[in-house]
């Protein structure tokens, strides 16, 4: 599967099997972070086997099932560090979906309380990203128009 049909067949799933991730997997899914890691300076963390952090009232609320293993998307603070979340956070993403596993970003909807990744000085956790082996692919949303999200005082390039 190449990024492009990834992007197209990942969908957020809240909902997983009680299976743990195969190491081959994991290993492969932990290469790329580091690599994201080397290149970017973000501190993105693998977090495996760790139920607490969605085993609080807020991510069965918000309807999380079985999260055992998720992402902490840690960066450094400073003004572009939102946007750099969003960048290395989604191509950990893309990568785990090429990888046959599911995701969903979560900001709100889990405990900080009693996660295990660090947090360096300087650094802060944006918030992170569930993994496993989802109960279902996930629904298609619909999206909104490109022109409602941004806009630009050049014609619009067909790249963007
Ligand atoms: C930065 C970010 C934070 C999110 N936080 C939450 C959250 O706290 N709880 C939740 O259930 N979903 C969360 N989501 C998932 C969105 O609800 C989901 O992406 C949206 O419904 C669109 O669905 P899709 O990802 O399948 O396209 C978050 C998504 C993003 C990008």
């Not at 009232?57 to 099932?65: D, L, Q, T, V």
Request: glycine share 8%; net charge positive; aromatic share 10%.
């Amino acid at each position: 599967m190449d990024i492009f049909e990834a992007m197209k067949k990942r969908h957020s799933v809240r909902r997983y099997v009680d299976k743990k991730i195969e190491d081959s997997i994991a290993n492969e899914l932990l290469a790329y972070i580091e690599e994201c890691n080397q290149k970017s300076g973000m501190h993105i963390q693998l977090c495996l086997d760790e139920p607490n952090a969605f085993d609080s009232f807020m991510a069965h609320y918000g309807s999380f099932k079985n999260v055992k293993n998720y992402i902490a998307i840690v960066g450094k603070k400073g003004k572009d560090f939102e946007e750099q979340c969003g960048y290395w956070g989604e191509k950990v993403v893309l990568k785990a979906t090429q990888l046959g596993l599911n995701t969903c970003w979560v900001a709100l909807t889990f405990s900080k309380g009693k996660t295990v990744y660090q947090v360096e000085k300087g650094e802060k956790l944006c918030c992170v990203i569930a993994l496993g082996y989802g109960e279902t692919q996930g629904v298609p949303h619909k999206n909104k128009p490109m022109e409602s999200l941004c806009k630009t005082d050049k014609p619009m390039l067909d790249w963007f």
